[in-house]
């Protein structure tokens, strides 16, 4: 089975920026969409975004303006831009590979923790 391993999580100020990653250990899985999910303390884990191989791109409403989903499939990698983020968006951000735009994939990754905080 495919290994998902995000970085990039960490404690930034409210309106700052973070840049999320995620590196798929074979490159097969990228013929499938990949996403991005968060779970917020004692909340269900929610869609962020996903994308396709072609590029086709979806995301959660409260997303849509500040976070760009972006693929690179010579890296095997699917980044997450979050920009103004607020202390609402602290969560634990996990990867997800497979499945269509709609429906998420079998394959996660363990997950990167942001904080948003002064």
């Known amino acids: 089975q495919v290994q998902l391993v995000e970085s990039g999580g960490g404690l930034v100020q409210p309106g700052g920026s973070l840049r999320l990653s995620c590196a798929a250990s074979?490159?097969?899985?990228?013929?499938?969409?990949m996403g991005w999910y968060r779970q917020l303390t004692g909340k269900q884990r929610e869609l962020v975004a996903r994308i396709t191989s072609g590029g086709t791109t979806l995301y959660a409403k409260a997303m849509k303006d500040r976070f760009t989903i972006s693929l690179d499939s010579v890296k095997n990698k699917v980044y997450l831009q979050m920009n103004s983020l607020k202390p609402d968006d602290t969560a634990v951000y996990y990867c997800?590979?497979?499945?269509?735009?709609?429906?998420?994939?079998?394959?996660w990754g363990q997950g990167t923790q942001v904080t948003v905080s002064s």
């Open positions: 074979d490159a097969s899985i990228m013929i499938y969409a």
């Open positions: 997800n590979a497979g499945g269509g735009l709609q429906d998420q994939g079998g394959s």
